[in-house]
T-cell receptor
Framework: NAGVMQNPRHLVRRRGQEARLRCSPMKGHSHVYWYRQLPEEGLKFMVYLQKENIIDESGMPKERFSAEFPKEGPSILRIQQVVRGDSAAYFC???????????FGPGTRLTVL | KNEVEQSPQNLTAQEGEFITINCSYSVGISALHWLQQHPGGGIVSLFMLSSGKKKHGRLIATINIQEKHSSLHITASHPRDSAVYICAVRSRGMLIFGTGTRLQVFP
C-alpha cells in the first residue's frame, strides 16, 4: 500500500510563474490536507478537501492560491504569479476521516527565484 | 498566545539520557499527534493519542485531557533520535502545530 505521494519533490519557479503541486492520497483515503512550512517556521494549515469539495480553506491566502481534489486524479495546489515569499515546503496529508490518523507525503520544496 | 505550545524549543542530550518534550494546548481537540521531522526531510507520524498512554519501542507518549497536556518521552536516547519533534492537535478536522522541539543527541 503506497503512502501519500507528492510531486514534484523540488520545484523552482521564477517570480510571476505558476506552480502546480500534486498530491495522491493513500489508497482508500478520501480526505486531503495541505500544509505549508515557511523557512525556519512551523507548519501551518492551508486547506482541507474531500473529493470534489473544499471543506475548510481558512488557511489559504486570499489571492493567487487555489486547491482542488477532483473525482479522478490527484489533489492539486495551484499558486499563480508566485513571489519569493511563497518559497516553502508544502506538505500534503491524507486520512479516511476526521477521527483517523493523518499520513504525510514527503513534501514539495518550492523555490521562487 | 499560540494554541499549541511546546517546550523546550531546543534540547541537547548525551547518548543514553532520558528525554522529555512537553506540549500544552488551549483548544478543544479530537486527538493529539506527535510527529518527527529530520532536517530537509519529510514528516513521520510517531503517535496519535486521544487518551492515556502509548508506547512504541523507546518512545512513550502520554496525554492528560483534563489538563490539556501531553508529553513525549525517549528512553535511552541515541544520536539517530536527533530531529525536530512536533506536537499537533486535531481540531475541526485540521491539525494545529506547535513550533517544534529541536533535539540533538551527542555520542
Amino acid at each position: 500500500n503506497a503512502g501519500v505521494m507528492q510531486n514534484p519533490r523540488h520545484l523552482v519557479r521564477r517570480r510571476g510563474q505558476e506552480a502546480r503541486l500534486r498530491c495522491s492520497p493513500m489508497k482508500g483515503h478520501s480526505h486531503v490536507y495541505w500544509y505549508r512550512q515557511l523557512p525556519e517556521e512551523g507548519l501551518k494549515f492551508m486547506v482541507y478537501l474531500q473529493k470534489e469539495n473544499i471543506i475548510d480553506e481558512s488557511g489559504m491566502p486570499k489571492e493567487r492560491f487555489s486547491a482542488e481534489f477532483p473525482k479522478e486524479g490527484p489533489s492539486i495546489l495551484r499558486i499563480q504569479q508566485v513571489v519569493r515569499g511563497d518559497s516553502a515546503a508544502y506538505f500534503c496529508a491524507s486520512d479516511g476521516g476526521s477521527y483517523n490518523e493523518q499520513f504525510f507525503g514527503p513534501g514539495t520544496r518550492l523555490t521562487v527565484l | 498566545k499560540n494554541e499549541v505550545e511546546q517546550s523546550p524549543q531546543n534540547l541537547t542530550a548525551q547518548e543514553g539520557e532520558f528525554i522529555t518534550i512537553n506540549c500544552s494546548y488551549s483548544v478543544g481537540i479530537s486527538a493529539l499527534h506527535w510527529l518527527q521531522q529530520h532536517p530537509g526531510g519529510g514528516i513521520v507520524s510517531l503517535f496519535m493519542l486521544s487518551s492515556g498512554k502509548k508506547k512504541h519501542g523507546r518512545l512513550i507518549a502520554t496525554i492528560n485531557i483534563q489538563e490539556k497536556h501531553s508529553s513525549l518521552h525517549i528512553t535511552a536516547s541515541h544520536p539517530r533520535d536527533s530531529a525536530v519533534y512536533i506536537c499537533a492537535v486535531r481540531s475541526r478536522g485540521m491539525l494545529i502545530f506547535g513550533t517544534g522541539t529541536r533535539l540533538q543527541v551527542f555520542p
